[in-house]
């Protein structure tokens, strides 16, 4: 089983920049792929970046050239550092992993962590 935990979510000013993290615990090995996932109040819940155990990194066209996953393998740390915030990046942001028993694929989410873009 797979745990995370994100933090890093505050309030920023348009333009500026915020980094979350999310903690992975558990049967890290499994893991192939993290993502990150937003939501915005009354909205569903949307892809936004996504890194794999290949380091393969791939973005939704809305954060492309603002926002940077990455991941530290020593800490057990999954990041997105996010520059140059607009309001509409306001939202809870999740982590998910995805991973596998070699017989079946599995998600976990976090819990999320709350970004507040102000303009």
């Known amino acids: 089983q797979v745990r995370l935990a994100e933090s890093g979510g505050d309030l920023a000013q348009s333009g500026g920049s915020l980094r979350l993290s999310c903690a992975v615990s558990?049967?890290?090995?499994?893991?192939?792929?993290m993502e990150w996932y937003r939501q915005a109040p009354g909205n569903q819940r949307e892809f936004v970046a996504a890194?794999?155990?290949?380091?393969?990194?791939t973005y939704t066209e809305s954060v492309k050239g603002r926002f940077t996953i990455s991941k530290d393998n020593a800490k057990n740390t999954m990041y997105l550092q996010m520059n140059s915030l607009k309001s509409e990046d306001t939202g809870v942001y999740y982590c998910?992993?995805?991973?596998?028993?070699?017989?079946?694929?599995?998600?976990?989410w976090g819990q999320g962590t709350q970004v507040t873009v102000s303009s």
């Open positions: 558990g049967a890290i090995i499994a893991i192939y792929k």
């Open positions: 998910h992993a995805q991973y596998s028993d070699l017989l079946k694929d599995f998600g976990t």
């Open positions: 890194i794999t155990n290949k380091d393969i990194t």
